[in-house]
């Protein structure tokens, strides 16, 4: 671009004009460009490697199935997460029976009803903004709401709702996206039979687009068991020592936990945090083949 | 796709179908009858009218049920708004707002309370610097690498890689700021407080490196190609193309990612809360212990404060300061977006 002014002078074979020093040079600093652009993807690559292999090495040798079935104690050696496995897995059902339905509805309702009339485009820009809200926020809201006002206590009812609405504006947006890929012609094709606009949606739209759907909410909920914040913010005890056995039953999860052991002084517990994260780890992980194989078994009863 | 349409026994309701949720009561009869009726493709009023208006009255009440749904979420907004603002109110009854704004003490605990959020703001707005610090440059140059120069192969292996680095649990981020960075770090800088800064500000760039990364991508991928055409026709090489042509024509695109990024630090808990510290300090040295807005909410919430207290509205206070930050700090972004969508729509 500086040599915009000057006429083409590269069309015999250069020799030592400035112009070819020029040239070069910009060739130079190019291939310095692309160096420098694929050491930073090769760092956060490096980052996460490195972050694998930290925990790998701290944690390993701590897992084992004592350790699984084993109750909170004060003794490091002898300390399980069951009470938080089980309390994590069971928060992460009740939200997905709360945000599932409502999610899945308010985008049908955004998408295929609301068009652009105003009253959805303030919904459409108020989910925007809340999917932006930090998530201790939502837990302050949990606690006022749920806990205090509503007086369901610090339960897994009121973990699991505050939850479900942390994690309803991806439910909504991810769910959109997915209804949004069917194509217009089913709908349509579906309206010249004379099904009505709901007979359309749940017999035609729903299950062309179910394998997006379920792919978006998995991905909700996974960000949903790995939270933290929100839950200690609304009073999810850290040492309870018994499996959670009804929505009304105080509980932690598997992330408070381990936020428990880091936050002790001794070593020994650190092994135990590192290994508590290999089992969330290891949840999230086989939630999201669940849902690859969820998804692949519907995709071929759906579309075949 | 187009099969489905024209098989009739399934468009049209076949019994299969109403077993799948519709209303037993009213949609068998009337669907079945017009089914039997009709052939498909001929347009034919039903004589019988009673069926149909049960349909459009069920039709009518399930977009109310999901216009019910959607609303819910100005619910949450409205409750957000309710909860804070009441504790904030309560608060601000006993502690002057000048005092809350503007003092530079913040022991709530203590026997004889400070309640100036400075501190805070101060250890909030350190540690995200620092994030930025990382995840601006190397989310803004891997961004122009993918979007301008790698091929589809590399853009297979690094996006997924991204993916992973923003979808791991922040506690995760937390415990290997805390056990791995600080103490790599301590090697270097033997006066690093074993809580600190600059730690945790590091891991959460880290962190918030692919949002920065893909948004920006994705404000790039947006510039239309003849700008770039334009500028090769020019003899620029790639590099001048994608500096002084693609990140200005972008520029809305990428502030937008940069601004939804620093809300993200700011309102960012578990890194903070268990690597930077619990001690609010108006400092702006990075290797001391500081205690951000968040890891205050955490630390009295992991305490038995009972409600009512002062201590109990602090954290609705400083939720309500935190709120308010990254709420204006998204509608800048949003508003960004739109105007980044518009130049090129």
Redesign the interface.
Known sequence: ?S??TSR?SNIGPAVATPESRELAL??V??VA??V???L??V???A??A??IW??VS?GAGTVSWNFITGFSSRRASQAGIWHALTGSVFVIIVTALIAV???V??A???EE??GRSVG?R??E??????A??????????G???FV?MMGMGRSVLAGASTLA?LV??VV?LSTREALRAV?K??R???Y????????TI???VLP?AAPGILTGLILAL??A?????PL????AV?FVTFAPDSIWSPFTVL?IQ??NW??RPQVEF?AN??AG?LV??AL?LSMNAAAIWLRDRYQKRGLS | MTLRPSDPSRASGSPRAESRGEDPRVAPSHVEGRHVSTPPGVAVRPSNTEPRRGTRKIEVLIEWGLFACALLSIGTTIGIIAVLTIETVAFLEEVPISEFLFGTEWTPLFAMPRFGVLPLVMGTLLVSAIAMLVALPMGLLSAVYLSEYAGERLRRVVKPVLEILAGIPTVVYGYFALLFVTPLLQRVMPDLAGFNALGPGIVMGIMILPLVSSLSEDAMRGVPRGLREGSYALGATKMQTSVRVVVPAAFSGITAAFILAVSRAIGETMIVAIAAGQQPRLTADPTKPVETMTAYIVQVSLGDTPQGTLEYRTIFAVGMLLFVGTFLLNLVSAWLRERFREEYA
């Open positions: 671009m040599t915009g083409p910009r060739r600093a190019d460009f692309q420098l652009a694929l930073v993807l760092v956060a690559l980052s996460l490195t972050l930290d925990i701290d339905p409502i999610g509805a308010a049908i309702y955004l009803y609301g959805a303030i919904i820009l108020n989910i925007t903004n809340l932006a809200v930090p998530s201790i926020i939502y837990g302050l809201l606690l006022g709401l205090r609405l309803l504006p909504i194509p012609t089913l349509e094709g579906s010249a039979l004379g099904a009505t606009k709901w007979q749940w017999h035609q062309v996974s960000r068991i790995g939270e933290t914040a200690i913010t609304i009073g850290t992330p381990i936020f880091v936050s650190h945090a590192a994260i969330l780890v999230l």
